[in-house]
């Protein structure tokens, strides 16, 4: 089992930055992608950025190229989501995810509890 923790969430202005951390328990397999996935009421959960363990491949979503930044830190086995550029359609719950792969929402195996973001025009 591997347990995540989100953390970093919070209210901002738009054009404002956050930067969420997600520390796994464990450094595992299972751990070898990490990824962050938002979710606005009404909305599917979607992919925002995913990240190997090597680092050399990430992914962003079309949305958010540009603005955010994916990296981690293998030795604390943490993931971060460097957002900047922050707008209000960025608003939604923050959820890391992490497993052996990185695919689509509904394959995901390990996830956090969630952190809110909310931008404000």
């Known amino acids: 089992q591997v347990q995540l923790v989100e953390s970093g969430g919070g209210a901002v202005q738009e054009g404002g930055s956050l930067r969420l951390s997600c520390a796994a328990s464990r450094s595992t397999i299972s751990t070898t992608c990490m990824a962050w996935f938002r979710q606005a009421p009404g909305k599917e959960r979607e992919r925002v950025a995913s990240i190997y363990t090597s680092s050399s491949t990430t992914y962003y979503a079309d949305s958010v190229k540009g603005r955010f930044a994916i990296s981690r830190d293998n030795a604390k086995n943490t993931v971060y989501l460097q957002m900047n550029s922050l707008k209000p359609e960025d608003t939604a719950m923050y959820y890391c995810?992490?497993?052996?792969?990185?695919?689509?929402?509904?394959?995901?195996?390990?996830w956090g509890q969630g952190t809110q973001v909310t931008v404000s025009s």
């Open positions: 995810a992490a497993d052996i792969r990185c695919a689509g929402a509904s394959t995901m195996h390990y």
